[in-house]
T-cell receptor, first 112, second 115 residues
């Protein structure tokens, strides 16, 4: 089955620790995205990438980092510099040149 | 920059009643518009999208939306609500054009179905 997988589904970390969220897709999509979702705020774009080894900051990139070493993978690291990291994180992908994004199931991160 | 406004963060309708979820957009160029649905603790699923081919767009699960340029609106409707429609719905907009695939999302509308 083609799709986007995110792991783990739930993640708990202590304050001050970096944590990496996984996103993998087998749809052969060029573009990948990371969003953060907080109650009542909709989805906000963190980072996106249109090709391997290249990525751009979204609206709320501070305290986050990404890499795009392979077309299929776009991991997100939540660093200790992110002041309020507890949230639901969604990864998405799309075919370059189209606007339709397809979403993974999400990772809920709780920082204790 | 483009934006969307979803009027009503919570909407409740009776089972079998009309569902109407409102979305107004702002865009400097002809937009592409989307409706997504999210069930609890899941990702977003595309319901339908408008890409200038036809102003009335039909989607999955019996939903449809009409693009009205004069009102800058793209409201989502379903004639008869079902219990399984209970979810959160997001409207999104993107600027047309190759290489610009960023979506801007509204803040969402949570739909509750009353038995």
């Amino acid at each position: 089955d083609g799709g986007i997988t995110q792991s783990p589904k739930y993640l708990f970390r202590k304050e001050g620790q970096n944590v990496t969220l996984s996103c993998e897709q087998n749809l052969n999509h060029d573009a990948m995205y990371w969003y953060r979702q907080d109650p009542g705020q909709g989805l906000r774009l963190i980072y996106y990438s249109q090709i391997v080894n290249d990525f751009q900051k979204g609206d709320i990139a501070e305290g986050y980092s990404v890499s795009r070493e392979k077309k299929e993978s776009f991991p997100l690291t939540v660093t200790s510099a992110q002041k309020n990291p507890t949230a639901f994180y969604l990864c998405a992908s799309s075919i370059l040149g189209t606007d339709t994004q397809y979403f993974g199931p999400g990772t809920r991160l709780t920082v204790l | 920059a483009q934006s969307v406004t979803q009027l009503g963060s919570h909407v409740s309708v009776s089972e079998g009643a009309l569902v109407l979820l409102r979305c107004n957009y702002s865009s400097s160029v002809p937009p592409y518009l989307f409706w997504y649905v999210q069930y609890p603790n899941q990702g977003l699923q595309l319901l339908l999208k408008y890409t200038s081919a036809a102003t009335l767009v039909k989607g999955i699960n019996g939903f449809e939306a009409e693009f009205k340029k004069s009102e800058t609106s793209f409201h989502l409707t379903k004639p008869s609500a079902h219990m399984s429609d209970a979810a959160e719905y997001f409207c999104a907009v993107s600027d047309q054009g190759f290489g610009n695939e960023k979506l801007t999302f509204g803040t969402g509308t949570r739909l509750t179905i009353i038995p």
